[in-house]
T-cell receptor
Framework: GAGVSQSPSNKVTEKGKDVELRCDPISGHTALYWYRQRLGQGLEFLIYFQGNSAPDKSGLPSDRFSAERTGESVSTLTIQRTQQEDSAVYLC????????????FGPGTRLTVL | SQQGEEDPQALSIQEGENATMNCSYK?????LQWYRQNSGRGLVHLIL?????REKHSGRLRVTLDTSKKSSSLLITASRAADTASYFCATDLGGSNYKLTFGKGTLLTVNP
């Protein structure tokens, strides 16, 4: 596709349930990022994939959060046993190489944990 | 603590006026980027300025970078109501660490 896509656009779940968020980066982009944005706040870095290198997971807030990426394509962010504080917009971005190039963002997934 | 922080937190101006937003950061960087966000969803890249550049223009946007003061400014000239959005600066941590960190943003409101 022409841009980064994310699905679902909105997700409402109950506390304790697991959720999976999907990101389709721009074709050919080797770098992929996940961010979290709480209401009225800036972006919080979660995880960074660059090609076949080991991902930078330093931003994941707890072991309930994990992410995978298959090669240089789709990525899935999984949140296990969701808590109310996980409610946020989860944004995915991709770039052709790290942040030396522009990051292109998807529209985000708005997660609401009841 | 934040690598990049925008100032002011909120700015309200009239259409046609210029808007200036500032960003300060703490460590050396490779580049600094400005993004716009409408309605709390996806961010749109506006402009990237590298650490060896001092000023860059793109349409009605002008970005400056002062590495000695570790600060950048974004100027939007002849603002329009459609410029109403949150504006974020994003910086890396320099060296080989290209991970971007974002500030909390400046909420710009342009009144018709």
């Amino acid at each position: 596709g022409a841009g980064v896509s994310q699905s679902p656009s909105n997700k409402v779940t109950e506390k304790g349930k697991d959720v999976e968020l999907r990101c389709d980066p721009i074709s050919g982009h080797t770098a992929l990022y996940w961010y979290r944005q709480r209401l009225g706040q800036g972006l919080e870095f979660l995880i960074y994939f660059q090609g076949n290198s080991a991902p930078d997971k330093s931003g994941l807030p707890s072991d309930r959060f994990s992410a995978e990426r298959t090669g240089e394509s789709v990525s899935t962010l999984t949140i296990q046993r969701t808590q109310q504080e996980d409610s946020a917009v989860y944004l995915c971005a991709s770039s052709s190489f790290g942040s030396t190039d522009t990051q292109y963002f998807g529209p985000g997934t708005r997660l609401t944990v009841l | 603590s934040q690598q990049g922080e925008e100032d002011p937190q909120a700015l309200s101006i009239q259409e046609g006026e210029n808007a200036t937003m500032n960003c300060s950061y703490k460590t050396s960087i490779n580049n600094l980027q400005w993004y716009r966000q409408n309605s709390g969803r996806g961010l749109v890249h506006l402009i990237l300025i590298r650490s060896n550049e001092r000023e860059k223009h793109s349409g009605r946007l002008r970005v400056t970078l002062d590495t000695s003061k570790k600060s950048s400014s974004l100027l939007i000239t002849a603002s329009r109501a459609a410029d109403t959005a949150s504006y974020f600066c994003a910086t890396d941590l320099g060296g080989s660490n290209y991970k971007l960190t974002f500030g909390k943003g400046t909420l710009l409101t342009v009144n018709p």
